[in-house]
């Protein structure tokens, strides 16, 4: 399945209002605007949301680099909260920073307003 | 705030159908049934579904061992996904590991239909 | 090669003191006595040498569970440091969450002196 | 304690034979040689030894943004295994991502021979 066609597949994104806005060899972007229902107790996004976003960036970015006809699966990832997640629109970039034959490691940041890195993620994806 | 209004605050958790199942000293169950509208494109749950209701129970496990008047916040975590989240029925339990006056670690494991392991999480959280 | 094999391949593990003192299908623990060489500017054991032994004990304890003629390699793990590394033991005690056909996932509790939990590991290891 | 102070004071890096070889803000480089006593079964690197090197580049670099009086530990920290620590000179860069109050978090790269990443780590320090 190509980038698009995984994404539009994720129906957590489609409930999370998320769009796919940037597709390249090895870098994918994520686009969400903030919805008061994806907030945790203070109102900023949920950790599983701001989770979500940069998981499937990650996942996406690695995508784009594999084989036509490969799947993408999500091995495991570890990420940062740095600053509360509030802001209108959240962007996170998945980036590819070593593919291989089996699995592929990316990071993704997670930037508010275009200006704040709210987290970061290292992710560990499996083609399939 | 306590456990169960630190829970209630969480709009994402509402949107997700998740329950606050079981809240010991160091240890909160998150309930979770399948819903279609949370999974990825194979159709088992997304993996920041997964995250968003390990991360909670996590955090609130954190929360309730905290003095009165404390909040939590989750400071960074990292989550393997062991098998695909497939199931009716998925519960995240999460357990403090250490309790610190600042930084609390907690793992969860996220359960799926009472008897297969199929994530599992370990985070810090902070007091605030 | 077997896991003791692979221990006695390990130069670091020589150069630091560690010990295989326990091998079973899916459980390996390290045993490392304190040295004043291993330890970082506050006097407690650096928080490599914690790495060191507690990936080592994952990866011997998913080595255990693979067919002969496997090795292994660690892909990635986290670890958090939960107390000072003060002590005159630490066993690393490495076990298996899920062995699958090419990764398998483990835990590491890293105790001082029979009693005390001073770090957890959550490890990715990879079959070659 | 200053970051040369700090790094005097490890021991561990001693045994090893690592060097500090750059400090600016936010800005610390670890460099070392191969040595056989540093490997593991293969004759690569331990990946305890690269943890070890990554962990100090990132704890003070940390450092290195902080109050004078300071000092730094580890809070947690995750590394990816991206190739087989393969070659003559090591360098970690660790970089800080965001600098707070009482955390501080960072990446570090490990290039080796100035060519390949072989690692990358993402970590959370604390100031004490």
């Known amino acids: 399945m190509s980038v698009e066609e995984t994404f539009a597949g994720q129906k957590l994104l489609a409930l999370m209002g998320a ?3 940037r597709v390249a060899r090895g870098e994918v972007d994520i686009t969400l605007r903030f919805r008061d229902d994806l907030a945790q107790q203070s109102g900023a996004l949920h950790a599983g949301t701001v989770a979500a ?4 960036a990650c996942g996406l970015a690695a995508l784009s680099m594999m084989d036509e006809g490969s799947g993408v699966v999500s091995v495991e990832f570890k990420i940062n909260l740095l600053a509360p997640a509030i802001g209108k629109r959240f962007v996170a970039k998945g980036r590819v920073v070593r593919a291989g034959r089996t699995l592929t490691v990316c990071t ?3 930037i508010a307003d275009d200006e704040k890195l709210i987290a970061t993620m290292l992710a560990t994806m499996m083609r399939r």
Chains 1, 2, 3, 4 share one sequence.
């Not at 976003?53 to 499937?56: R, V």
């Open 108 to 110: 993704a940041d997670v």
């Open 19 to 21: 769009e796919l806005t």
């Open 53 to 56: 976003i940069a998981d499937t």
